[in-house]
């Protein structure tokens, strides 16, 4: 039983498209993150949510917006997709008063914009 | 600007020997440190981590020193196992960052062990 799950895995699209990636946990965290592994290899955060609420928002441009359902899930959506965007992304989850830093990543989502 | 180097893109060792993974920063505002694992088409696992104020810690056959005065940190691995080949991050953050998630990453080492 997958603890951090995201969907699709593998994600081909066409420039200018709109798309979005699913992820859920049920670890019972308190906050989900978005982190973006581009070309270069960087893991980098795009956002966090905590009980509904962004927290940290990254130089991110606004074609990407988070979206939060519900406290096990946190969906990343992005607009008019452009080439740069083809990159890995990671959900991850970590909970309150847990060892600082330790985060629970998804497996992955790669997107490839053509 | 990268503020969390991992200057070895890569690393062979044989099995039973030691593996050294190397990490410096420049932001003297890091406070923590951790290393994170990660496996082809997996997420990163969280492996070891340390605070600023320790200059070691050990957990089973994985240690990671903090040398502060260098901005150095390296993680020891030994005996190695085949099953440790892996691509490893080192990540750092400030203390409220880390709390929140907010890890700076390197952009990783490529360990090999070979059998």
């Known amino acids: 039983d997958t603890a951090v799950s995201q969907t699709p895995k593998y994600l081909v699209t066409q420039m200018g498209n709109d798309k979005s990636i699913k992820c859920e946990q049920n670890?019972?965290?308190?906050?989900m993150y978005w982190y973006k592994q581009d070309s270069k290899k960087f893991l980098k955060i795009m956002f966090s949510?905590?009980?509904?609420?962004?927290?940290i928002n990254e130089t991110v441009p606004n074609r990407f917006s988070p979206k939060s359902p519900d406290k096990a899930h946190l969906n990343l959506h992005i607009n008019s997709l452009e080439l740069g965007d083809s990159a890995v992304y990671f959900c991850a989850t970590n909970r309150a008063g847990g060892p600082s830093g330790e985060l629970f990543f998804g497996e992955g989502s790669r997107l490839t914009v053509l | 600007d990268q503020q969390v180097k991992q200057n070895s893109p890569s690393l062979s060792v044989q099995e039973g020997r030691i593996s050294i993974l190397n990490c410096d920063y420049t932001n003297s505002m890091f406070d923590y440190f951790l290393w994170y694992k990660k496996y082809p088409a997996e997420g990163p696992t969280f492996l070891i981590s340390i605070s600023s104020i320790k200059d070691k810690n050990e957990d089973g056959r994985f240690t990671v020193f903090l040398n502060k005065s260098a901005k150095h940190l390296s993680l020891h691995i030994v005996p190695s196992q085949p099953g440790d080949s892996a691509v490893y991050f080192c990540a750092a953050s400030d203390g409220d960052g880390g709390s929140q998630g907010n890890l700076i990453f390197g952009k990783g080492t490529k360990l090999s062990v070979k059998p």
């Open positions: 670890l019972g965290h308190d906050t």
């Open positions: 949510y905590n009980n509904k609420e962004l927290i």
